[in-house]
């Protein structure tokens, strides 16, 4: 039985928001678009005329659209900063939301909004999209079927030269650590099944970069089970590119899992390089991936009153080893997750 669409609030259709608003949210088979918010007026006109949202359903403000519309959620594809001011206007009312990634600009405003979707009873959900690709889920099912035995250690490379002239992140601190390697530090959790639980960052400016903050970063992690697993990144970096979602390595007592070049290896070698082999892996189908999954499982979390895979509460571990980063960089130590969002509750991870 078909179920009757949920009213969804976007705010936010400048760069991601646009293809946002014009390829799923206005497309969803679970919500009906209902308003759109933007506080630059040609970002709201080229989203609305590109979605097909009529004049009276556009909106300067998010306060003006709650005060025209009925809505049942609201999606905020704005500067992470932003984030906390739409979440309290939007519980507030009595609506669901789904931020993008990074959930927020600081931790406490991240701990508010966790606070404030228990105190509403409503749903919080993060749109980790990463998570969502069909590579990905590939990695995760190979590694809990046992396809390399048990699972030792894991690094991951993410070299691209991204140009965000005029964005954001042109001035932001950190750029690559807090609004590229969440994404990265989420998947290596959904794939692994282990949290983070202690990180040791340096962060780095190449001399040749122009970003005006660090988008260069060296990282050790250690993970639920004292799994270390390393990152190494630069968002500047010109020459041999990675994927988006980096390239990997997986150590397992028998053999390596890998994704590089976008493509799934499965690496087996015996003791002084014998027999060895590497198997290309064909990704599993997909249902529904990057967005229009989150945006479903935002949809499907409303609908049960069930916490959704990328909720808010489970973010906080991602998005608290981000900020575990940014603190060990600054203090030149290592911090443990329970510093930032403390005591880890263990989700019980499958060995
Ligand atoms: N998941 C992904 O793959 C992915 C990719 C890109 C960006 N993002 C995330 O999406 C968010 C937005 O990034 P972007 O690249 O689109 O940034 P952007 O700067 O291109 O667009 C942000 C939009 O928000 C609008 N805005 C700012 N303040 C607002 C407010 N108070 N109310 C309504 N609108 C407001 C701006 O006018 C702009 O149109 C960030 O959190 C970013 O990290 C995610």
């Not at 403000?61 to 739409?86: F, G, M, N, Q």
């Not at 206007?89 to 508010?112: C, Q, S, W, Y």
Request: hydrophobic share 40%; aromatic share 8%; net charge negative.
């Amino acid at each position: 039985m078909n179920q009757p669409k949920l009213r969804l609030i976007q705010c936010g259709v400048g760069g991601h928001g646009f293809g946002w608003v014009r390829d799923t949210s206005s497309q969803s088979p679970d919500f009906d678009l209902v308003a759109i918010v933007d506080v630059v007026p040609d970002n709201l006109t080229k989203a609305g005329e590109a979605a097909d949202i009529p004049e009276e359903r556009r909106f300067h403000s998010l306060e003006a659209a709650l005060a025209a519309v009925d809505a049942d959620a609201v999606l905020t594809v704005t500067p992470p900063a932003v984030h906390i001011e739409h979440a309290r206007l939007a519980f507030g009312h009595g609506l669901h939301v789904m931020t993008e990634k990074p959930i927020a600009g600081n931790i406490e405003d991240a701990r508010e909004m966790l606070q404030l979707a228990r105190d509403n009873n409503r749903q919080l959900v993060v749109s980790q999209n990463y998570r969502y690709s069909a590579a990905i889920q590939t990695l995760k099912a190979l590694l809990h079927e046992g396809a390399i035995g048990e699972f030792g250690h894991g690094h991951m490379d993410f070299y691209i030269p991204a140009d965000f002239t005029g964005s954001f992140r042109e001035t932001m601190e950190f750029p690559l650590l807090v609004d590229m390697a969440i994404h990265h530090l989420d998947m290596i959790r959904a794939v692994t099944g282990r949290n983070i639980v202690k990180v040791t960052a340096q962060s780095f400016r190449p001399s040749w970069s122009w970003y005006q903050h660090d988008p260069g970063l060296k990282m050790l992690m250690e993970l639920e089970g004292g799994i270390p697993f390393s990152y190494s990144g630069d968002w500047s970096a010109r020459g041999r590119i990675t994927s988006w979602s980096g390239d990997w390595r997986l150590q397992g007592e028998s053999g390596s899992l890998h994704y590089e070049g976008h493509k799934i290896l499965l690496g087996r070698c015996e003791k002084w390089m014998k027999n060895e082999t590497l198997e290309t892996v064909e990704p599993l189908p997909l249902e529904r991936s990057g967005v229009q999954a989150t945006l479903h499982l935002f949809a499907e979390a409303i609908r049960s009153g069930m916490p959704a895979e990328i909720s808010g509460e489970d973010n906080i571990h991602s998005f608290g080893a981000v900020m575990a980063g940014v603190q060990s960089a600054q203090e030149n130590r290592t911090v443990e997750l329970r510093e930032i969002i403390g005591e880890i509750h263990h989700r019980g991870h499958r060995e």
